[in-house]
């Protein structure tokens, strides 16, 4: 789907605002404190009904409204589409071609993206939970679907964690019947979600070699290895022989909740062994890939959102990324402008200020 315009109503600092969106590159310019990061993640929520900043709802809504609404027009399959999301605290309404969903969840699927944002260096730089849920992600975009089948392990997650923590280091009878049911949801559920996970890793890794080959001009090798917390063999087997420490902690301590996904870069651990420059590179490597292969895989490119990320590379790397954009719709803020050379299909420029300033839309040519 291409987003041809999107609204906003008391979303974050707009009182109300109306932008129309280029099919190509469109760029968001202006200084920073005045909405540009808003505008990206009104349409994110669009797509994934969850904040990237991982924003609580309420946080969402301008102060002083009681609600936001966020509204977006576009084309899918030459079909006019319209997408719109009511935002309160702890509420959330969906509809589409002004037909309201049954579930938000439902949602998922309509408008795909891929958003770039400092903060990303992360995947990289950060602990195991960014990395797992940046495959989950994938999964879900790819196949909606999957969304239950993550939904529901972190359910049985959960209730087991629950039992585990009221049986105060000690299971009666009827504590360890009840676990015996929970772990045969847990394997069946975990390993399911390890499967997932592992298909959409083998598929990614080419990818994301190719992607940091070019945005860095190096031949870097690149090796991602899934390790699943409990090592090898079937998880059931795992669950029974930690029984007693799972007990004994009080909590699951293997699962799919507890994998990694170990990055190399030229046998070097990214994580811990690379400069900035490199694991910066990479996670962006990571975001481009995962848009190839969901381009890949459906047909059409997810809209790609860039945000405030040229501040964050050096001049070979902007220059680099820009020039080797993949097909479709991508929205990229800058409080910088654009590197030489940088003709996009749309500039949105800042007028007035953060308060009370609106932006405009001026030809492709920057001044």
Request: charge should be negative; include cysteine.
């Amino acid at each position: 789907m291409k987003l041809s315009r999107l609204w906003l109503v008391d979303f974050r600092s707009y009182t109300e605002l109306e932008l129309p969106l280029h099919e190509g590159l469109t760029a968001v310019l202006g200084p920073n404190g005045i909405g540009k990061t808003n505008l990206l993640e009104a349409i994110g929520l669009l797509a994934t009904l969850k904040s990237f900043r991982t924003a609580p709802t309420e946080s969402l809504v301008r102060k002083g409204a009681d609600r936001a609404v966020i509204r977006a027009e576009g084309q899918r399959d030459g079909r006019d589409v319209l997408i719109e999301l009511e935002l309160a605290k702890g509420k959330t309404r969906a509809q589409v071609n002004r037909q309201k969903l049954a579930r938000t969840r439902d949602l998922l699927g309509a408008l795909r993206v891929t958003v770039f944002a400092p903060d990303d260096l992360s995947l990289v730089k950060e602990g195991p939970s960014v990395r797992r849920e940046y495959l989950d992600d994938l999964i879900v975009a790819l196949d909606p679907a999957r969304d239950q089948l993550l939904s529901d392990f972190d359910r049985v997650l959960r209730q087991r964690n629950a039992l585990l923590k009221g049986a105060s280091g000690r299971l009666d009878e009827s504590s360890a019947a009840t676990l015996d049911v929970w772990d045969q949801q847990f394997a069946s559920l975990g390993e399911g979600v390890l499967n997932s996970r592992y298909e959409i890793l083998e598929a990614l890794v080419p990818l994301v070699s190719s992607s940091y080959r070019e945005l860095s001009s190096s031949e870097s090798v690149l090796v991602a290895t899934y390790r699943p917390s409990w090592g090898e063999g079937p998880l059931a087997e795992a669950l029974e022989a930690g029984r007693e420490h799972d007990v004994r902690r009080r909590v699951s301590t293997l699962g799919p909740h507890r994998d990694d996904i170990a990055l190399e870069l030229d046998g070097f651990a990214s994580r811990t062994e690379c400069s900035q420059g490199e694991q910066r590179t990479l996670a962006l490597a990571l975001r481009l890939a995962g848009h190839r292969l969901l381009a890949e895989r459906l047909g059409e490119p997810p809209l790609l959102l860039l945000d405030d990320v040229l501040s964050e590379l050096d001049h070979d790397r902007a220059h680099a990324l820009l020039a080797t954009l993949p097909p479709g719709q991508t929205v990229i803020t800058s409080a910088s402008g654009l590197p030489p050379n940088t003709i996009p299909d749309q500039i949105l420029e800042h007028q007035g200020d953060a308060a009370s300033g609106y932006f405009r839309s001026v030809s492709g040519q920057l001044p």
